[in-house]
């Protein structure tokens, strides 16, 4: 890599680095090794540009092969566990001398190894060898063999490369670009997975008797915003005065498997028997209708970002000390989606260390605030230093220090902000206030409608939820309370809120020394709730009338309705009552009937079937009373129906 050595990087937040490349080369190749994870990557990234006037002939890169893919071919294959068995396996058939305990040698053809039962040690195994000298196998048990010497050069070739490759794994991949004869001045740019930038704040606040009288301002609170970016070498060389920038923000990234060759499957299909076929005819067409082409659309251009530079800022124990101690040599760049801090200053890192940079460095307006969350932070509100971005840049996420008037005061994790975004930086919890929280919802009716033969009920269904600040310090503090907006709901009865989130709504909450402030927090939403006139009750009505939904004159309407209602009901009743009367009626026929069926007109029996007939007669005129009393109650539900009708008519 010493041809081309790394002179510019790019570090991003979501695990790539965009790295430049550049140098002099004489010759026509140039070897850049990569990390075999970082291939794929750079297969996808990888710009070679030649501003010496030769030209890039190409690039090549061995392709990637498993372990049994380099080991194919290669007729030795050892286990970890029996090696010495498994080498005898994979030399039948060649030439070897083996060394066996009480110096004997044993030369000859390797015919193979018998394994030994299950259960047996393998030294009981048994090696047979074609003597060179005779006609004769000599065996030999497995467990004398001291050593082998392959005499088949093939066979030793294949051994040492079976070791090699066993010891070789593929961390490095090297591409090598093939250039034109002559000099050439190189510049290589490819993406590669790199550690993601980190960055580390610390807030230095001044408070409002500090700060008064400096260079013409104003008493209040401020405070110096300082940010260090922090990176890591993970490269296999050291970087020597490389041009450094971290980017903000998060681009589309993924990893596309381009090194690994891909074969998709075809399907197979066999040859198939043919027929000679008999003549065919087909009839000429009336017309020939020209085929259009169709031309597919052009690929939209790549979308290209637009690079425009912000101004240069200036940079950050007392805080001016600090700001002073600290000179910051960073350029900005907005790239849209993205924020670029260009270091100005080379750096240089040691292969596998990490470094800082200054990256921020702002004075800030900042106020100090109690805010409360009890979704967040049961209990106690939270100190809290307000401040509106106004570095020029695009601060990304990363933990925080606060120091107030030179002692730590502890600790936040500034969020994402974009420039001119507010910022609040919570660092302490507040233990001397304490917030209680209660809460309860209630139904309303704002207005009474009628509609046909309805009741339509206008409700305010609220929501309320009390918080009760307890101040148990000696000096009075306002608490910001954050309450969660409710969906579809209105606030009501109270104080407006003094800040207002996409979330939140926060309320002021001043309370004295040793003392108690409560506030109440109302939100109502109207809902329509429709009920059947004739099932409301008087008790119901009355209750309307008295609360002012109703009047008097639509009041004695509606009791008027409902008394016509109960009318109706009791009649339906009856009616219901004479359809079972009825039911009894023909059941006491059939069973008269019946019995009739087994007595005779004479005698005794004819008395008992006279009396049965007397009792048929009587049912038929209780029959015909049930009757007339139904026909009566009917006409008496239309005539009420019809003076219900003309009472709704009447509300409406």
């Not at 026909?631 to 009420?640: G, H, N, S, V, Y």
């Amino acid at each position: 890599m010493t041809a081309l050595p790394i002179t510019g990087m790019t570090l991003f937040k979501h695990g790539v680095g965009y790295f430049v490349r550049t140098g002099r080369v004489d010759g026509e190749r140039v070897d850049l090794a990569f990390p075999a994870e970082a291939m794929n990557d750079v297969l996808k990234s990888l710009t070679i540009l030649d501003s010496g006037g030769g030209q890039v002939l190409g690039v090549e890169y061995p392709t990637p092969q498993t372990l049994e893919e380099r080991l194919e071919g290669c007729t030795v294959r050892l286990g970890s566990e029996t090696a010495l068995y498994d080498l005898l396996v994979s030399l039948r058939g060649r030439r070897v001398q083996i060394l066996l305990d009480q110096r004997e040698y044993v030369v000859g053809q390797l015919v193979g190894v018998d394994r030994p039962p299950k259960r047996r040690p393998l030294g009981e195994g048994l090696v047979s060898v074609l003597l060179d000298s005779a006609r004769q196998v000599s065996v030999t048990a497995l467990g004398r063999v001291r050593g082998v010497e392959i005499l088949d050069s093939r066979a030793g070739d294949d051994l040492r490369f079976f070791l090699d490759t066993s010891t070789t794994q593929e961390t490095q991949h090297t591409l090598t670009v093939r250039l034109s004869a002559g000099a050439h001045d190189l510049a290589v740019s490819y993406v590669a997975p790199a550690p993601v930038w980190r960055v580390a704040y610390r807030l230095v606040v001044e408070g409002a008797e500090a700060n008064a009288g400096k260079e013409g301002k104003q008493g209040g609170n401020r405070a110096l915003l300082l940010g260090w970016g922090i990176f890591d070498n993970s490269l296999e060389e050291d970087l020597t005065d490389v041009s450094l920038a971290l980017v903000a923000g998060m681009p589309i990234s993924f990893v596309y498997d381009l090194q690994t060759p891909h074969t998709p499957e075809r399907p197979v299909v066999g040859e198939e028997d043919r027929v000679a076929a008999g003549p065919v005819e087909f009839r000429a067409p009336a017309g020939v209708r020209a085929m259009k082409a169709m031309r597919a659309p052009e690929a939209p251009a790549a979308a290209e970002m637009a690079f425009a530079a912000a101004a240069p800022m200036g940079r950050a124990v007392s805080a001016d000390a600090l700001a002073q101690a600290t000179p910051l040599a960073v350029s900005s760049q907005d790239l849209g989606e993205l924020f670029e801090y260009v270091i100005q200053t080379p750096i240089s890192v040691g292969r596998g260390q990490s470094a800082m940079a200054p990256v921020v460095s702002a004075w800030l307006a900042a106020r100090k605030e109690l805010l409360y969350n009890g979704s967040k932070l049961a209990r106690h509100p939270v100190a809290t230093l307000r401040m509106s971005n106004d570095t020029g840049l695009t601060l990304e996420r990363g933990p925080a220090v606060v120091l107030d008037n030179g002692a730590y005061a502890g600790e936040a994790v500034l969020p994402f902000t974009a420039a001119g975004g507010e910022l609040a930086v919570p660092y302490a919890v507040e233990l001397g206030a304490r917030v209680s929280e209660e809460s309860g919802a209630r139904r309303e009716v704002a207005a009474l409608r009628i509609t046909g033969h309805y009741a339509s009920y206008d409700e305010w269904d609220i929501r309320w939820r009390d918080y009760r600040v307890n101040n148990s310090t000696g000096q009075p503090m306002t608490v910001l309370v954050e309450h969660r907006r409710t969906a579809l709901y209105d606030l009501f009865d109270t104080a407006d809120p003094v800040e207002q989130t996409p979330d939140f709504l926060r309320f002021a909450v001043e309370t004295p020394a040793h003392g108690e402030t409560t506030l109440r927090v109302s939100e109502r939403r109207l809902v329509v709730r429709r009920e059947e006139i004739r099932r409301l009750s008087s008790a119901a009505l009355q209750g309307n009338l008295k609360s002012g939904l109703l009047d008097a004159k639509t009041y004695n309407r509606l009791a008027s309705l409902l008394d016509l209602w109960s009318q109706i009901a009791g009649h339906e009743k009856r009616l219901a009552e004479i359809e079972k009367e009825r039911g009894k009626v023909y059941t006491a026929q059939e069973q008269v009937r019946s019995n009739m069926q087994a007595l005779s007109t004479e005698g005794k029996e004819g008395a008992l079937r006279a009396g049965y007939v007397d009792k048929l007669a009587a049912s038929e005129e209780q029959l015909a009373s049930l009757a007339t009393e139904e026909k009566q109650r009917q006409a008496d539900i239309e005539r009420l129906n019809r003076e219900v009708d003309a009472g709704l008519a009447g509300l409406t």
